[in-house]
């Protein structure tokens, strides 16, 4: 199994704007020099991610609707390493009608090793197109159903 994780008990509260995943690095995740390569680190923020959706009410998306990552942007600060112990957090930071934007920080300890933006739509997987945030994401982070005012994309 690649870096092990559990989310702590807390993380996994219905609505929670921000989810802490703790990963270990594990061998497979390192190259020859014991670093982890980086895209390892980007499997580390999906995790997070994908958890912190879930929290907010991504276990009840309507049929056939998945999220898509329509946009990822990654600041590596400082590699990690073969055994490291990882906090990977996943905040969600502006909520829109059509997307969610999201932060994300892997860090060793008060170290930060790597800061992330990234932008989350939705699809229709049958038929291939966007679709709104479903309502019931809207809903659970707050907004009602709608998003907040002045925002519309």
Do not use: N, W
């Not at 990822?72 to 390493?81: D, G, Q, T, W, Y």
């Not at 945030?133 to 002045?150: H, I, R």
């Amino acid at each position: 199994m690649t870096a092990t994780s559990a989310v702590s008990k807390t993380a996994a509260r219905d609505g929670a704007r921000s989810l802490t995943v703790p990963v270990t690095v594990e061998f497979e995740d390192v190259d020859a020099y014991g670093i982890a390569h980086h895209l390892r680190l980007a499997s580390f923020l999906e995790r997070a991610r994908l958890r912190l959706l879930l929290g907010c009410g991504g276990e009840r998306l309507p049929r056939g609707v998945v999220p898509v990552m329509y946009d990822l942007h990654l600041r590596f600060l400082r590699p990690a390493r073969l055994l490291d112990q990882l906090a990977v957090t996943a905040e969600i930071a502006t909520v829109t009608r059509v997307k969610l934007a999201l932060r994300y920080r892997i860090r060793r300890g008060e170290e930060t090793l790597l800061r992330a933006e990234s932008v989350v739509a939705f699809a229709d997987a049958a038929a291939g197109g966007p679709v709104l945030v479903p309502d019931v994401l809207m809903e659970s982070l707050g907004t009602g159903g709608a998003p907040p005012d002045g925002e519309t994309a």
